[in-house]
């Protein structure tokens, strides 16, 4: 005769499970908050502004186009300097002297021109920035005299585009804002990306502050 109790229904039946390492656990724990956080994605080269941000440079293509403007001026400079040495070797007194001060006064020109028409833009254009915020457009400028330029959103009336043909060339644009009780009428933001001009102007005008902008560097204050 069987003496041993019939199994219980009300007992709860043990399982042998495997034990679970704490790494596991640690790596499931955090694949899980991987595809809980949603991913956010913004255009490549761009920058976000809204509020008190860094000040954002110009881009480079504005640099390109003051170094092509210079290069012009630069190669009509040269040529005019070489005219100038070689039209006094035809000149019956040119002595040596009046020579010398011919070849020193067109290299000293010439140098100058370099200078202004290729070296100086670079410097320019480090030193330009712009920023908007809830002040308004600041805009700072100047090399040898830094200018810092501040367009209250209270002293805009409205705003416009110029584009050159030059301008287009490289997709840039100057935007104009039109002041009202300011010492100057307009205040001019020139050799901006086309698309960022043009959001900009929106943002100015609708008072929003918050522009998606395409540059090249954040300017660190």
């Known amino acids: 005769m069987n003496t041993e109790p019939a199994p219980n229904s009300s007992d709860e ?15 499931e724990a955090a694949a899980n908050e991987q595809q809980d956080v949603p991913e956010v994605t913004r255009p490549s080269g761009s920058v976000k502004v809204d509020g008190d941000v860094s000040y954002q440079s110009l881009p480079m293509e504005a640099l390109r186009l003051e170094r092509f403007v210079g290069g012009i001026f630069i190669a009509i400079v040269g040529v005019v300097c070489l005219i100038g040495m070689i039209i006094p070797l035809f000149v019956s007194p040119a002595t040596p002297e009046v020579l010398a001060g011919v070849v020193f006064g067109c290299l000293v020109l010439f140098a100058a021109v370099v200078y202004g028409g290729w070296i100086y833009p670079k410097a320019a254009h480090r030193c330009a920035s712009w920023k908007i915020s809830e002040h308004g457009l600041e805009i700072r400028r100047g090399v040898w005299w830094r200018h810092r330029i501040v367009v209250p959103h209270s002293r805009m009336q409205h705003s416009d585009i110029e ?11 100057t ?27 929106d943002a100015l005008t609708s008072g929003h502050w918050e522009v998606i902008v395409s540059t090249e560097q954040v300017v660190t204050e």
């Not at 584009?163 to 644009?173: D, F, I, N, V, W």
């Not at 039109?178 to 901006?192: C, I, P």
């Open 13 to 27: 039946a043990i399982v042998e499970t495997a034990p679970v390492s704490v790494d596991s656990m640690a790596e």
């Open 163 to 173: 584009q050159g043909p030059l301008q287009r060339m490289y997709s840039l644009a």
């Open 175 to 201: 935007l104009v804002i039109h002041t009202a009780g300011t010492k100057n009428s307009s205040v001019q933001l020139e050799n901006l990306n086309a698309d960022t001009a043009d959001q900009l102007r």
